[in-house]
Nanobody
Framework: QLQLVESGGGLVQPGGSLRLSCAAS????????VGWFRQAPGKEREGVSC??????????NSADSVKGRFTISRDNAKNTVYLQMNSLKPEDTAVYYC?????????????????WGQGTQVTVSS
């Protein structure tokens, strides 16, 4: 059974950091493009960062709103993709989801992705 599980969310003060994890089971995540998406109450789901499958070059892409603050990376030994989030702002508050699609260049478009995790809440507040 193919499964993605996010972890690492929580409550953090503005300016703080969190690292989200997206752990895969049932398949090798290195062969998949992986995206991080977020959805705040009353808003549409939006792309945050993504990383292409390794056989597509492993390139990364990020939304303008998080460039310079968020970094996506892989640990193939742990079959996990991370999202390091620094300099967090209240507007980063949302449920964060990871998603995967096989053998692709990544893109920040939710319909492209086949497999989704259940999400993890990130709240940035003082």
């Amino acid at each position: 059974q193919l499964q993605l599980v996010e972890s690492g969310g929580g409550l953090v003060q503005p300016g703080g950091s969190l690292r989200l994890s997206c752990a895969a089971s049932g398949f090798t995540l290195d062969y998949y493009a992986v995206g991080w998406f977020r959805q705040a109450p009353g808003k549409e789901r939006e792309g945050v960062s993504c990383i292409s499958s390794s056989n597509s070059g492993g390139t990364t892409n990020s939304a303008d709103s998080v460039k310079g603050r968020f970094t996506i990376s892989r640990d193939n030994a742990k079959n996990t993709v991370y999202l390091q989030m620094n300099s967090l702002k209240p507007e980063d508050t949302a449920v964060y989801y990871c998603a995967a699609v096989p053998f692709r260049l990544c893109a920040l478009r939710p319909p492209m992705y086949n497999y989704w995790g259940q999400g993890t809440q990130v709240t940035v507040s003082s």
